[in-house]
């Protein structure tokens, strides 16, 4: 992810709905891996950590948490914000085996070239038992200029996603859908232009419209449905 996409991120993911509901999910997870633990929490580790949104909701949960990112940008904005944050590649982590309770790869292995060699990081540095909360888009029907500006190799099925963790020696416990309900408006808005959504340029009202559509998705019985984002919680074995 290059410096100009960062800062786009930082600006706009405290009032962005996508941002907010996604961290609205990670809260969600962290809270149940907390309620899990009977040691309590511990070391979580968010990879690809962009502007450190997500990290801060790891602290904000008691979470001794690092930030990881390959952009010095992204390093330098989380330091800023007083997040612990190192300098490093999905492939090859500056963290030693074993030790994380937690961590996050949300939006990340859509990027890696060998996502393979990601996923057995992600598990080479948790410890035995040690979660991981995986977010990638889904479904190779929605490929778009959306994603080819946001640098992306793939987009994953259930069962290659599936399979990639278990690859990595990690058991998954949960596969859902996000973004279910606003699928058929993604998928015509992102064939129809040839270009880049800009979410910043978003209008207040259609921001919060967007919002409390994502909300309702998370009260209707839909997760196994078809969406735009795969999320998967899974385990070290």
Known sequence: MDTI???????????????????????????????????????????????????????????????????????????????????????????????????????????????????AEIARVLRPGGEVLVAVPCDMTLWSAHDVALGRVRRYSRQALTDLLEEAGLAVERLWSWNVLLRPLVRLRRHRTAHCEDMAHLHPYMNEALHLVTALERLLPVKSWPGVTLFARAHRL
């Open 5 to 119: 996409e960062i800062q786009r991120i930082v600006e706009v993911e405290d009032d962005n709905w996508w941002y907010r509901e996604r961290r609205a999910i990670v809260a969600k997870e962290v809270r149940r891996s907390a309620a899990d633990r009977a040691g309590g929490r511990e070391r979580a580790v968010d990879i690809g950590a962009a502007g450190g949104g997500n990290t801060r909701v790891l602290k904000d949960h008691g979470w001794r948490a690092v930030a990881i990112d390959s952009s010095e940008t992204a390093v330098d904005l989380c330091l800023s914000q007083g997040i612990d944050a190192y300098h490093g590649d999905a492939c090859f982590l500056p963290l030693a085996s074993g030790e994380q309770d937690l961590a996050l790869a949300l939006n990340v292995l859509e990027h890696v070239e060998d996502d393979r060699a990601a996923a």
